[in-house]
């Protein structure tokens, strides 16, 4: 069950219709899990300083079960992560950054359980 949180300093006008739902799709796909488990929120206008400067520029954080707990995969997520929001918010690469933060089942709460019980 991946979450993905992406911030960015960029007006919501500016953020392509649909961010969201591509992104949703997007993150399927590299991460290999069902869009149906995929959450997705995005935050636009955030006031951000990225390496120090206040230019334009997104942070997205993924956090997931199983897929993101090595530097291999997360180079693997990395680039494909970074090829979609290059084209889709208009940065350059180094005006955004990824977080990666693998969970754990017992750490997501669903239905009134934990995914462990699920």
């Not at 500016?14 to 799709?25: D, K, Q, S, T, V």
């Not at 955030?46 to 090595?70: D, F, K, T, W, Y």
């Not at 290059?86 to 933060?101: Q, V």
């Amino acid at each position: 069950m991946p979450f993905l949180e992406l911030e960015t300093s960029l007006p919501g006008a500016r953020l392509p219709p649909g961010l969201g739902l591509e992104l949703c799709a997007a993150a399927a796909d590299i991460l290999g899990k069902p869009a149906e488990r995929v959450n997705v929120t995005v935050r636009s206008g955030v006031p951000m300083v990225l390496s120090g400067s206040a230019e334009p520029c997104a942070q997205l954080i993924v956090s997931s079960i199983g897929v993101v707990g090595s530097a291999e995969q997360n180079q693997r997520h990395s680039a494909r992560f970074f090829e979609f929001l290059t084209a889709r918010l208009g940065l350059g690469p180094e005006r955004i950054i990824i977080r990666f933060y693998p969970l754990e089942p017992w750490q997501i709460g669903k239905n009134g359980t934990v995914m462990t019980f699920m």
